[in-house]
């Protein structure tokens, strides 16, 4: 059994869409998760619908919605403080630098974040290697395991079958209610997930189907 | 933000002339264009905080989208597509939305830096 897990994403409802029923399911058995949030989404198209958002008042907002979110899912919270779209830019062993020394404060024995270069946006792509860094900089006693998410279209076809599946049926209001904390964000997938309840029984068994698991790899680092 | 309305915003780019600003110039269509529609490409570039002085501005459109362009001393600042506009901490903001109320591009102007 884990002693404590730390998440780590780029994005305020990174953890809602990618891990929230793992994150719900931890909790359930009463073990400790820690959020690392890499920005505050600060450059997000997704202005709410109605738009209610805007440029300058975005980060804000998505800051009380992380909270909103992290407090659903009754999870500790960290906000890195990196500007969204930048972290690829940032040096990538002074970011791996920095989580290490969060790592090793924290002590966790899970870490969940992005799979490199199979998480779609630049940011995953890059705070996932940061992540991976810095556990693999870490003495290898005392590294916890890594679960890397991978979310490109192709990933199953260069990686193979994901190592762990996880149903997360049974937390899937937890989830919902994550993700629905996320209100300025409503607009395409996260517009279904808000109209639920009104959508007919194949879409909204397409969508429970696909976001009531949760899939990761477990990353080797003697490879 | 409010439906841009063409006088009252040449009105406030006019208050700016010959003033050193701050400006924010943006447009994507997003992280994920090319990952929902393979026929699609990522593209985005903003700029945050230039500083610049403009002699000259304009807003010119046809009631439903609007350009502004600026004239500098050696150069220009240009930005196509917007619809609304509001006052925030005494900063033009300037933005096109598409159907959905996703940002397709921004134009921001302030006499003081945008907050990093």
């Avoid at chain 1, 994005?11 to 994150?23: L, N, V, W």
């Avoid at chain 1, 976001?211 to 003697?222: A, C, L, P």
Wanted: aromatic share 10%; net charge negative; hydrophobic share 40%.
């Amino acid at each position: 059994m884990e002693k404590h897990v730390v998440v780590i994403y780029p994005h305020p409802d990174d953890e809602s869409f990618g891990a929230a029923g793992s994150m719900a399911k931890f909790r359930s058995e009463g073990i400790p998760v820690t959020y690392l949030c890499g920005t505050l989404g600060q450059m997000g198209r997704n202005m709410g619908d109605p738009t209610f958002a805007n440029r300058e008042t975005l980060p804000e907002i998505r800051k009380s919605e992380l909270i909103k979110a992290c407090d659903a899912l009754d999870v500790d919270l960290q906000m890195l403080g990196y500007r969204d779209k930048t972290i690829e830019f940032e040096d990538r062993t002074e970011v791996a630098e920095r989580l290490k020394g969060i790592l090793e404060d924290i002590r966790p024995t899970l870490v969940i974040t992005h799979y490199p270069d199979y998480a779609v946006h630049p940011d995953h792509n890059a705070l996932g290697a940061a992540a991976i860094e810095a556990v693999r900089l870490m003495d290898p006693n005392e590294r916890p395991t890594v679960w890397a998410q991978a979310i490109s279209n192709d990933y199953e076809l260069d990686l193979g079958s994901p190592d762990v599946i996880t149903d997360v049926n049974e937390f899937f209001g937890k989830k919902l209610e994550a993700i629905l904390s996320h209100d300025s964000q409503v607009a395409g997938m996260f517009g279904k997930f808000k109209m639920l309840d009104e959508l007919d029984e194949q879409e909204r068994r397409e969508i429970v189907a696909n976001f009531g698991k949760e899939r990761f790899y477990i990353w080797q680092f003697d490879k | 933000m409010k439906p841009i309305e063409i006088n009252h915003i040449q009105g406030l780019l006019d208050e700016y002339v010959n003033k050193e600003v701050y400006i924010h110039l943006e447009t994507t269509n997003g992280a994920y264009a090319s990952h929902f529609d393979d026929k699609a490409y990522n593209v985005g570039a903003y700029i945050r905080n230039a500083k610049v002085i403009y002699e000259q501005a304009k807003i010119v459109g046809d009631g439903k989208s609007y350009r502004i362009g600026l004239k500098t001393r050696i150069g220009w600042v240009y930005a196509e597509g917007l619809t609304d506009w509001t006052i925030h901490k005494e900063q033009l903001l300037l933005a096109g939305h598409d159907r959905e109320g996703r940002l397709m591009v921004a134009l921001e102007i302030s006499e003081n830096p945008f907050h990093n």
